[in-house]
C-alpha cells in the first residue's frame, strides 16, 4: 500500500505547484476554477491540466477510481486497453470508474488520440494531459512515479491511492485489486475523518 496523501491533500500539492509555476491566482490553470461539464462528463478524449484532473478526482469521490496512464505508442498500453473496457463493464454499476489518461503529445489530439481511442476503447472516459512536464501531472498521484507506461493507480472511495502498479496488469489483477477496493465500506458520509 503506498502512504500518499487524499485527492484533497493533492488539491495543495497541486495548488503549490501551480504557484510555484507562476501561475496567477484566477487564471484558467487555478485549482479553484470550477470543471467544465465537458470534463465532468466527457463524450471523447479531452485535454485536462494537473489542477483540473486533481478536481475531477474529488468529484469522484465515492467511487472506486482506476487511472490508467498509456499512450497510443505503448504496445503493453494498448494491450491493457479491452481488460480496463471489461473492468467498467462488469464493475461501473458497483461504483467503479476507469479513467485513462494519455501521455501522447497534445498536438496529436485530433489526429491520432481521439480516433485511436475511440476505436480502440469506446466505453471507457479518457482524457489527455496537457502539462508541459508530465511529473507536474502523476505528482499529486504519486510523487515518486518513474515514468513508466503504462501505470494504474488504484482510488478508494475516500480519494486516496491505495495501491499503484507500473507496467501492463493481467485482467486478473486488475480485477482483484478493484473487488478489493468496491468491497471496502464507503467512507462516513459526515466526514469525519
Given at each position: 500500500?503506498?502512504?500518499?496523501?487524499?485527492?484533497?491533500?493533492?488539491?495543495?500539492?497541486?495548488?503549490?505547484?501551480?504557484?510555484?509555476?507562476?501561475?496567477?491566482?484566477?487564471?484558467?490553470?487555478?485549482?479553484?476554477?470550477?470543471?467544465p461539464a465537458h470534463l465532468l462528463d466527457p463524450k471523447?478524449?479531452?485535454?485536462?491540466?494537473?489542477?483540473?484532473?486533481?478536481?475531477?478526482?474529488?468529484?469522484?469521490?465515492?467511487?472506486?477510481?482506476?487511472?490508467?496512464?498509456?499512450?497510443?505508442?505503448?504496445?503493453?498500453?494498448?494491450?491493457?486497453?479491452?481488460?480496463?473496457?471489461?473492468?467498467?463493464?462488469?464493475?461501473?454499476?458497483?461504483?467503479?470508474?476507469?479513467?485513462?489518461?494519455?501521455?501522447?503529445?497534445?498536438?496529436?489530439?485530433?489526429?491520432?488520440?481521439?480516433?485511436?481511442?475511440?476505436?480502440?476503447?469506446?466505453?471507457?472516459?479518457?482524457?489527455?494531459?496537457?502539462?508541459?512536464?508530465?511529473?507536474?501531472?502523476?505528482?499529486?498521484?504519486?510523487?515518486?512515479?518513474?515514468?513508466?507506461?503504462?501505470?494504474?493507480?488504484?482510488?478508494?472511495?475516500?480519494?486516496?491511492?491505495?495501491?499503484?502498479?507500473?507496467?501492463?496488469?493481467?485482467?486478473?489483477?486488475?480485477?482483484?485489486?478493484?473487488?478489493?477496493?468496491?468491497?471496502?465500506?464507503?467512507?462516513?458520509?459526515?466526514?469525519?475523518?
Open positions: 500500500m503506498i502512504s500518499t496523501p487524499s485527492i484533497r491533500g493533492a488539491l495543495l500539492v497541486t495548488a503549490t505547484l501551480l504557484v510555484a509555476a507562476g501561475a496567477a491566482p484566477g487564471s484558467t490553470a487555478s485549482a479553484a476554477d470550477p470543471l471523447q478524449v479531452e485535454p485536462i491540466s494537473a489542477s483540473q484532473f486533481v478536481q475531477l478526482l474529488e468529484h469522484r469521490r465515492g467511487q472506486v477510481v482506476l487511472v490508467n496512464l498509456w499512450a497510443t505508442w505503448c504496445i503493453p498500453c494498448v494491450q491493457e486497453l479491452p481488460d480496463l473496457s471489461l473492468l467498467q463493464e462488469r464493475y461501473g454499476d458497483r461504483g467503479l470508474q476507469v479513467i485513462g489518461v494519455s501521455f501522447d503529445d497534445p498536438s496529436r489530439l485530433d489526429t491520432r488520440v481521439r480516433p485511436f481511442f475511440a476505436e480502440k476503447a469506446p466505453t471507457l472516459i479518457s482524457y489527455l494531459q496537457t502539462e508541459a512536464d508530465q511529473y507536474t501531472f502523476v505528482t499529486p498521484l504519486d510523487p515518486d512515479w518513474v515514468g513508466a507506461m503504462p501505470t494504474s493507480f488504484f482510488i478508494d472511495r475516500a480519494g486516496k491511492v491505495a495501491k499503484s502498479h507500473a507496467g501492463r496488469m493481467l485482467y486478473r489483477d486488475l480485477e482483484r485489486e478493484v473487488l478489493r477496493l468496491l468491497e471496502q465500506p464507503a467512507p462516513d458520509a459526515g466526514g469525519g475523518r
